[in-house]
Structures are given as C-alpha cells and as structure tokens.
C-alpha cells in the first residue's frame, strides 16, 4: 500500500493550497480517508474525512468553512483544497486510510504547509 501526497508548501496568509493524496496497492474505493495534521511542537489532529462514496464529509471546527475534503475514486486520488490559510494552519498534512472506523494502518509520508507573511 502506497499514499503520496504532494501539493504543499509555502503561502502567505490567506491564500489557498491543493493538497494531494495518490493512493496505490489499495483498493481505494473502498476507504473512508481522513487527512491529519501535525503542527510543529503538537500532536496529531484529524483535520477532515470523507467515506469511501465520498458523499459524507467531516471537518473539524478550525477548518470549517474554509477547508473541502473531496476523492476521485476513478483516479485513486483525495484532495484538500485549502483557502483562507491562517498562520495557524502550518503543519505536515498526512493523508490516512480509515479502517472499521478506526484511523489507519497506512499513513502517507506527510506534505508541509507552511502559512506565514
């Protein structure tokens, strides 16, 4: 199993970002995804989820509104589009299959954010 993000890097405040995530050796269709941060000094935070159907989203409360979670089965692919970036959304960005509702077991390498003037 296989997942490479990719789409990170450095923006200034308020600006926007794509990340990411090329799934491979998986059936991808089949997982629920989540993306999962990792801000410098802190644990890890669930950021945003979507079911395997990609009909159902979650979101946590810091990235509402600003943040949209979405797949393409088709293309083995989950995106996050990232807008309105603050300072506070720096961060390494992981993209995680979710197993019987659990996050897990494959992780991706990791993607840095970095939202700074």
């Known amino acids: 199993v296989r997942l490479v993000e990719s789409g990170g890097g450095w923006v200034q405040p308020g600006g926007s970002l794509r990340l990411s995530c090329a799934a491979a050796?998986?059936?991808?269709?089949?997982?629920?995804m989540t993306w999962v941060s990792q801000a410098p000094g802190k644990g890890l935070e669930g950021v945003s989820s979507?079911?395997?159907?990609?009909?159902?989203?979650r979101y946590v409360d810091s990235v509402k509104g600003r943040f949209t979670i979405s797949r393409d089965n088709a293309k083995n692919t989950l995106y996050l589009q990232m807008n309105s970036l603050k300072s506070e959304d720096t961060a390494v960005y992981y993209c995680?299959?979710?197993?019987?509702?659990?996050?897990?077991?494959?992780w991706g390498q990791g993607t840095q954010v970095t939202v700074s003037s």
């Open positions: 995680v299959t979710i197993t019987y509702g659990v996050i897990g077991p494959n």
């Open positions: 050796g998986v059936t991808f269709s089949s997982y629920a």
């Open positions: 979507i079911i395997n159907g990609g009909g159902t989203t």
